[in-house]
Each structure stands twice: as structure tokens, then as C-alpha cells.
């Protein structure tokens, strides 16, 4: 923190599970109208998380209800991101708990991205909807470095899942293993993995097994952010969707379930929701105070 900056209340949740243990904890300042950028990257990297969440005041122009529009910001222990799903989840459940369940808006780098918030029985829910995703293809040279760093054989890929990269907001190699043992055994080289998504401008690489139809078990090495493994990670399962639907691997409606954080002992459940005719993703899960 800058000398002369106050320090701002920096709230913990965690996204995508209503038990504190669970999921994917982000950091989230309410008021960080007073921080500047070295401020909310120091504040990131002493929590940790693979990611923060810093709200201002919105833009001008940006519509929305009343008192429930806001700018916000995402800094990891190592850099800025375009757009981060599980903090924009724990953000707005934290205002909920403030300012009551319903529609919010987010003015995100990425662009605007809506939020609504709902409880039912106890449990609070969030639901994100993308900005305009795109998918497109990776080089043999790239996807073969991606897989040496890896340490993943072509062989243990799906064959039925084409690597490709897609962006709902951020950018995410999708790689598909053929079997669940080969996507419990992560133990990857951090630097050359790091290398190759910064010259791709990658935020993670969204490595996924499919158990049936609609559900799927997902982890995503997060080097770039300094952090192994992100345990649950919004923006690349709005990502997924955009890629499983654009190749036809989905329906054009339909649900899914991704289960992640599962082999990182924070358990974490993420609903993806494609509608035809619109080509935004939606994001959905729990969340809870932690502490």
C-alpha cells in the first residue's frame, strides 16, 4: 500500500459454493475509490487469491438500476485481468448482503457484464452474463508446447474435444482429457507453462474430462496470475460454453455443470447456461463470507 492511500475494508467470499471451504475465495473492496493501481495490486498479492475485486463508481452513461451500477477492476497476486467471474460473483453477493438480492451491472475492461442475485432458502445465488464470446483455433507449434509444459501426451487428449482457444471476457486454452485420471494428474513446468500463455495472452488454461452429457469435471493452471491452479474459474467456464456450444458438442440450449476444485480439496459448482439465439454465456453459483 501507497504511504498516503487509507486502507480500504477488503472483504473475503468465496464464489461458486455456499460453504466457506469450498469454491474459490476472492478478495472484494467495495469502496476502492481511494486506491490506485499499485494499491489494489498489493492489496491482491497479501491476500493471495488468485483474484480481487475493486468497485468505483460506474462510468457515465451506464445504465442500470439505481445505486446498483458499479465499475470494477481485477488485480491477481501478479497482474490486472480483464475479467474474473468468480470475483464478480463474490462481489455482487456481497452487496446483496448489503444492498438486497436483484439486478446489478458491471462496467468490467472486458465490457458490461449484468449480474443477478437471488436467495432461496438461505443460500445466495449469482448469475453473470458474458460479453460476446469468440472461439478460435491454436498452432501445432503452440498446442505442442502447451502439452510439453504439461507433461500431458497428445495421446491423452479427447479426441472429440479440438483444442481451441475461447474468450467470453478473458482468453483460455481448452484442452480435454481422455479420462479423469489423466485430469487428476496436474504437476506442471510454472515457467515454460507461464511463457507460452503470455505470449498467447492466455489467462488459463481450462483443462476439462466429460463425465456425461452435460457435466464436466475442470481445473486451470493459472500461472500468469502467480498462482498454481485456480480452484474455480468463472470466466473460463463462460468460455467453455461458448467453445462446447460453437462446436456443436452442446446443444444451442442447454445446462451445464462443471464441478471443479474437487482435487484441490475446495470443492466448487458452476452452472453454464446457453440460450439459442443469444450468444452470451451465463454463470451461475453459491457463495458465502469467509470468516
Not at 472461439?135 to 483444442?163: C, Q
Not at 463425465?211 to 485456480?230: C, L, Y
Amino acid at each position: 500500500m501507497t504511504t498516503n492511500a487509507p486502507r480500504s475494508e477488503v472483504l473475503r467470499y468465496t464464489a461458486f459454493s455456499s460453504d466457506p471451504e469450498g469454491g474459490n475465495p476472492a478478495g472484494v473492496v467495495l469502496d476502492a475509490s481511494a486506491l490506485d493501481d499499485g494499491d489494489m495490486l498489493a492489496v491482491a498479492a497479501e491476500l493471495g487469491y488468485s483474484e480481487s475485486a475493486f468497485l468505483t463508481a460506474p462510468p457515465e452513461g451506464l445504465d442500470g438500476p439505481e445505486g446498483r451500477v458499479f465499475t470494477i477492476r481485477y488485480f491477481s497476486p501478479k497482474a490486472e485481468v480483464p475479467f474474473c467471474g468468480h470475483a464478480t460473483v463474490a462481489a455482487a453477493i456481497a452487496l446483496a448482503e448489503r444492498i438486497g438480492p436483484g439486478e446489478l451491472v458491471f462496467s468490467t475492461p472486458a465490457g458490461t457484464v449484468p449480474v443477478a442475485v437471488t436467495e432461496e432458502g438461505g443460500t445466495v445465488r449469482a448469475t453473470l452474463t458474458s460479453v460476446e464470446p469468440h472461439i478460435e483455433e491454436i498452432s501445432d507449434a503452440d498446442l505442442a508446447e502447451a502439452l510439453a509444459a504439461l507433461d500431458w501426451p497428445a495421446d491423452d487428449l479427447d479426441p472429440a474435444f479440438p483444442p481451441r482457444i475461447a474468450f467470453a471476457g478473458a482468453r483460455h486454452l481448452v484442452l480435454a482429457a481422455a479420462t479423469r485420471a489423466r485430469l487428476a494428474e496436474l504437476s506442471y513446468d510454472f515457467a515454460r507453462l507461464e511463457a507460452l500463455m503470455h505470449r498467447l495472452d492466455l489467462t488459463t488454461v481450462q483443462l476439462v474430462w466429460r463425465e456425461s452429457a452435460g457435466v464436466f469435471h475442470v481445473r486451470d493452471p493459472f500461472p500468469v496470475g502467480g498462482v498454481v491452479e485456480d480452484p474455480a474459474t468463472g470466466a473460463a467456464a463462460a468460455a467453455f460454453g461458448a467453445y462446447a456450444r460453437e462446436l456443436g458438442l452442446v446443444a444451442e440450449d442447454a445446462v451445464l455443470t462443471l464441478h471443479q476444485g474437487e482435487d484441490l480439496g475446495r470443492p466448487g459448482e458452476l452452472t453454464v447456461t446457453l440460450r439459442a439465439g443469444d450468444p452470451r454465456i451465463r454463470v451461475s453459483g453459491a457463495g458465502a463470507r469467509i470468516g
